[in-house]
């Protein structure tokens, strides 16, 4: 079932600037996570934010996580034409491995 | 040294045939999956094996069997393929518990197509 709901659907920047995505879902987690899919590959693994963190960052990204709201949100910074993928967010509600997805935001950075 | 391997890559079969998708990881982990991509890119999540014990199976068609040998291994064979069947597959497998931060690792996805 899908769980997590990515906004918007789809994104289309310049080069150079910040992409934001978000996830919204509906019951409690454990974990939420942010997944990129490139054209015709698997999907890798960015980050992960435990419920009892509001903000992690790794390189350009960042992500918030609001548990009163259920939602998070992606940040790209300084968006680079290799960006240009597909996103989902998925949320573990417990252990590992019952992750609920996403639909997906595809992004795509104008160069 | 690629960390979840499937295969084949592509696939084009029959309607009513029997194939099989083949997956492996070799990251240590106990626990693997299977997924199917539709065209509108949902993720569906169709079976799960922690250490060769089977613990997710949603409601798929039982023309649809997992196999897991030993926790390193799980395949996947469809019998009878129907048009519908057609989609991307997705082998991905993480270790539950600790190292939970590195998420799912997943494979590059076998393309079926049934005509």
């Known amino acids: 079932s899908q769980q997590g709901e990515e906004d918007p659907q789809a994104l289309s920047i310049q080069e150079g600037e910040n992409a934001t995505m978000n996830c919204s879902y509906k019951t409690s987690i454990n974990n939420l996570q942010w997944y990129r899919q490139n054209s015709g590959r698997g999907l890798v693994h960015l980050i992960l934010?435990?419920?009892n963190e509001r903000e992690k960052h790794s390189g350009r990204l960042r992500v918030t996580l609001d548990t009163s709201k259920k939602s998070s949100s992606l940040l790209i910074t300084a968006s680079r034409a290799a960006d240009t993928a597909s996103y989902f967010c998925?949320?573990?509600?417990?252990?590992?491995?019952?992750?609920?997805w996403g639909a997906g935001t595809k992004l795509i950075i104008k160069p | 040294d690629t960390a979840v391997s499937q295969t084949p890559k592509y696939l084009v079969t029959q309607m009513g045939n029997d194939k099989s998708i083949k997956c492996e990881q070799n990251?240590?982990?106990?626990?693997m999956y299977w997924y199917k991509q539709d065209s509108k890119k949902f993720l569906k999540i169709m079976f799960s094996?922690?250490?060769?014990?089977?613990?997710i199976n949603e409601t798929v068609p039982n023309r649809f069997s997992p196999k897991s040998p030993d926790k390193a291994h799980l395949n996947l064979h469809i019998n009878s393929l129907e048009l519908g069947d057609s989609a991307v597959y997705f082998c991905a497998s993480s270790q539950e518990g600790r190292a939970l931060g590195n998420g799912y690792t997943f494979g590059s996805g076998t393309r079926l197509t049934v005509v």
């Open positions: 990251l240590g982990h106990d626990t």
């Open positions: 934010i435990r419920s």
């Open positions: 094996y922690n250490n060769k014990e089977l613990i």
């Open positions: 998925a949320t573990g509600p417990d252990s590992n491995y019952q992750l609920i």
